[in-house]
Nanobody, 124 residues
Framework: QVQLAESGGGLVQAGGSLRLSCAAT????????MGWFRQPPGKEREFVAF????????YYADSVKGRFTISRDNAKNTVYLQMDSLKPEDTAVYYC?????????????????WGQGTQVTVSS
C-alpha cells in the first residue's frame, strides 16, 4: 500500500510560481499512474493533471494547460507539479493521487490512494 505526502504549497501573488512535490512511500512507485487534483473553497475536488508510469503520457485540464507542468522522478519516488502564471482562481487544496484502478485517470473516483493535501493561495 502506498502513502503519499504533498509539500510545497503556500501563498503567492498572481503571476507567480510554485512547485508542488508528492513523495510516495510503500508500494512500487514506478508502476503507478499519478494524478494531481485540487479542491477550491466550497467546491468539489477537480482534476488537474496526470502522468503515466514512465512519464511519456501526460494530460492536463484545460484550465491549467500551458501554465502547469507535471513530471515525475521514479528514482526518487516523487511526482511534481510546476505551477506558473498562477491566478487567484488556482487557489485550492492540492492533492496527489496514485493508481487509478477503477476508471480513467482524470476521475476522482478512480483513485484509492490520496495524500493529505497542501494549500495553495494566490492573491490578486
Amino acid at each position: 500500500q502506498v502513502q503519499l505526502a504533498e509539500s510545497g504549497g503556500g501563498l503567492v501573488q498572481a503571476g507567480g510560481s510554485l512547485r508542488l512535490s508528492c513523495a510516495a512511500t510503500g508500494g512500487t512507485f514506478s508502476s503507478y499512474v499519478m494524478g494531481w487534483f485540487r479542491q477550491p473553497p466550497g467546491k468539489e475536488r477537480e482534476f488537474v493533471a496526470f502522468i503515466g508510469r514512465s512519464g511519456a503520457i501526460i494530460y492536463y485540464a484545460d484550465s491549467v494547460k500551458g501554465r502547469f507542468t507535471i513530471s515525475r522522478d521514479n528514482a526518487k519516488n516523487t511526482v511534481y507539479l510546476q505551477m506558473d502564471s498562477l491566478k487567484p482562481e488556482d487557489t485550492a487544496v492540492y492533492y496527489c493521487a496514485a493508481d487509478p484502478t477503477r476508471g480513467g485517470p482524470a476521475s476522482v473516483r478512480s483513485y484509492d490512494y490520496w495524500g493529505q493535501g497542501t494549500q495553495v493561495t494566490v492573491s490578486s
